[in-house]
């Protein structure tokens, strides 16, 4: 009997067994589209709104939702393939389906109702639209909605950075090597100008998350259901990256110090065996069996201790020693979903505050504002206290207490900023200790595991916010629309200037009328931006492509960080940069057939067959790509971010991460924010929103969000009315 057949089954039963409880009256809830296919929610009740959400998530993403149920239970490469088993095993080592599913049962009533809602709502539209129900589509639950926020932090976040401690010992996983998981290629935009700073008074807040392109998870939505409103980004049902009337906020990674790696030498008789505190104790066992869709099976056993009182996996062994991550949110499956309802409840920074003290949100740098002109950013994470004495951020001994946790940290001890004097504040992924140009906290004052960074890391994107904002007197909201497309290149100057050193000591070393001269042509009328119909900004890249290699070389490492002074650019270094520019115009005629050739010939977003230009390439022309955690010489990341996969058949790189789902929010006389996402409110090509806002991406324009009903029904597209 088919799983779809059970379950009629077992609703009829339920429906049989409710048959004399009184009937409540119907919720009516409609879902308006705007001209973009946005869906506008407007309902009587929570649960009403929540139902439409998931109605209408079905209508736009169903296989995109269904497949994150299988990616929760680890189950994708049952459908895409090996390349997809390491995620799996990952996602079953922590226990991610089990762990988030137990926590639906600590949200309170309320938000426990309103994702039930949000269930019903996707088997209505399953319901109506059997065939389009993928055969492998697995049961949703409300359980399901609270595993897929657990594994939504744990496969990007705390199954990277735990055990990533291990690996400073030389203990590295296969999946962090095959760089599946997010790694430095990653990134993000947060910053806020407060009114001191802006031509009207107005507060704004840019929240830019850096993903990949094609992201499956992120849903755009604007929901009015009694006298809850939310508008922004969900993720299944959590109202992930969104805002309400009165309360906008922003993430960006960066992180306290969550988890901890344990060497525990075990019994070479019997490796599951160790003694703690002298005492002898036994590991705990799982044996799991995974499949792929090309017919490979893959069992394994994952082994687990009980270090600091939550399940802590073995990562890796290594002769007698096990090495061990405990992670401080293990047991705290749904505290996320439910701090996150809070947040959308919150009618100020301040109730926003409160609503964090449960220590349930993933390793982030939150800000917010309000519309009262306040604003705030925390270094958000669950972290425990060490012992003193011990290096956290490496392996430590795991068979003795003396390095076990020492409680938690509340949210008073964490690092929280509110209402800067500066007028602005910023992240986008740099130590929280250059949120200003001048100002900052003293990184020194906080426990190391609180801070967890190098003082005064940023990155070039830090680097160009506090150029940028820290100038910004009269901040209009055109400017701020134009400052989130913002395609400056950092680093350009000082590799310009040197450039022009270099041909002013060697004026003979490039032909001046060869390839090489017309490239340097190019780099030196540069501006600096990297707009897509720009040819000099490609000149620039492939330059720069070159140039940059050098500086692994030992000769020339002392160039890696700015300041650049004329007495460092050796004859030997002025040379090399010169003799790389004949290489680099060589390898642009190669790959694009012409020194003239735009940016946006070369790097290109596209969804299907089609392609649009795009700005905003990064410089990566290292391996290592620590490079763009730190501001310097090799590598440089413009606002609008984003990394590019190899060339494809027809010579372009077609972008894989980067800036996806922009959102900037204003509060003045009445709240109004702009949105963009890649590509379209529609997974399905061919779709009618499916790749609308492409163009709008290449053009870097931002849409409206329509918060308000009167404008709204001036871009309905459509109408629908659910009763739930």
Known sequence: MSQRILVVIAAGALCAACATAPERPAQIARIYRDTWGVPHIEAATEEAGFYALGYAQAQDRLPEL??????????????????LLPGDIEARRWMNFEKGAEGFARLSPQLQRDYRAFVAGVKKFE??????????????????????????????????WGPAECSKEGVRRQFVDNNLYPSATHASNEWAVFPSRTANGETILLADPHVEVNNPFYYEYRMQAGDFFSSGFAAGAMLWQSQNQHVAWAFTTGHPDMWDCYAVETDPNNPRAYLYDGKPMQMEVRKETFKS???????????????????SPVVRREGNIAYVVSQSQMDD?????????????????????DALKTLGMMAQNLMAVDDQGHGYYL????????????????????????????GIHPLDDMIEVFDPPQGYMQNDNSSPDVLFADGNIDAHKYPAEVFYDTPGRITTRGVRSLEFLSKAQHLSIDDAKAFVFDEKWTSAKPWQDALRFALKQHPKRLKIDGPGRKLVDGILRFDGFAHAESSAALNFWFWRDEV????DDPRFASLKRFPWREAQLTPEFRRAILDATIRAADAQVKAVGSLDAPLGKYFRAAHGAKSWPLGGASILPVQDEACLWQAGAQCDRAMRAYSFAP?????????????????LVVFGKVPQTWTLYAFGQQSAIGSPHADDQAALFS????????????????????KTELSY
């Open 699 to 718: 053009r870097k324009e931002l849409k409206p969000a329509l918060l308000d009903h009167d404008e709204l029904m001036q871009h309905v597209e459509s």
């Open 66 to 83: 269904l497949g994150s149920l299988l990616w929760v239970r680890g189950r994708l490469a049952e459908i895409m393939g090996d390349a």
């Open 548 to 551: 940059g290699k050098l500086l």
């Open 127 to 160: 319901s109506e639209n059997p065939k389009l129900v993928p055969a492998w589509a697995p049961e949703l639950t409300p359980e399901t909605l609270t595993a897929l926020t657990r594994n939504m932090s744990w496969i990007g976040y705390n199954a990277v």
């Open 379 to 406: 270094h958000a994470g669950k972290t425990p206290k060490r012992a003193k004495g011990y290096d956290f951020t490496k392996p430590v001994p795991g068979n003795t207490s003396a390095t076990a946790w020492q």
């Open 293 to 311: 869709a090309s017919g490979k099976v893959v069992e394994q056993e994952f082994e687990y201790t009980r270090h600091n009182g939550v399940l």
């Open 333 to 353: 499956g749904a505290l996320m979903d439910e701090e996150i309802y809070k947040m959308n409840r919150a009618s100020s920074v301040k109730e926003l505050r």
């Open 647 to 663: 060339p494809n058949k027809a010579g372009e790189r077609i972008a894989a991460k980067g800036s996806q789902a922009p959102r």
